[in-house]
């Protein structure tokens, strides 16, 4: 595995379910990610409970009966509004200091797809969240 500039790495699951948070607003839930990434919801919400090891999501649960116990859940748009007991995920760092922290192991994933420098990256990245936003559906 490739080191990032702090010695840190991350898995390729790990960085497209990092940037897939990003893209649909900092926050969502396994379900939307799996969506977007085309990744098992179930590898989805492993990758997440990873990730919140490593510090880079915090976590918000709902309760039964759609009862929101914290603001950033709430926040949320009313078509995104989790199921009963469903976690919600949210970037627990900027974006910004993620990809600072973990350039090498990024940059390794988006060379993978053919995307060469961390400025292309941020270009599409937008262009998908843009995208994402305008949608009926939230997803494509």
């Known amino acids: 595995m490739e080191l990032g500039k702090s010695g840190m790495s991350l898995s390729e699951t790990e960085v497209a379910v990092l940037l897939a948070l990003y893209v649909i607003g900092g926050k969502g839930t396994a379900k939307k990610i ?3 990434t085309k990744i098992d919801a179930q590898v989805v919400r492993n990758t997440l409970r990873r990730l919140r090891l490593k510090g880079l999501v915090r976590v918000h649960r709902t309760v039964a009966g759609g009862a929101l116990l914290l603001p950033v859940v ?3 748009d009313q078509k995104e509004k989790p199921e009963s007991r469903e976690m ?9 200091n993620i990809l600072s922290k973990y350039e090498d192991s990024i940059l390794k994933w988006a060379r993978e797809l053919g995307i060469e420098s961390i400025e292309e990256l941020r270009r599409l990245l937008e262009e998908r969240r843009k995208s994402i936003l305008l949608s009926p559906g939230g997803t494509e």
């Not at 919600?88 to 910004?96: G, H, I, Q, S």
């Open 34 to 36: 799996s969506e977007i």
């Open 74 to 76: 709430a926040s949320l």
């Open 88 to 96: 919600v995920y949210e970037l627990a760092d900027t974006f910004e």
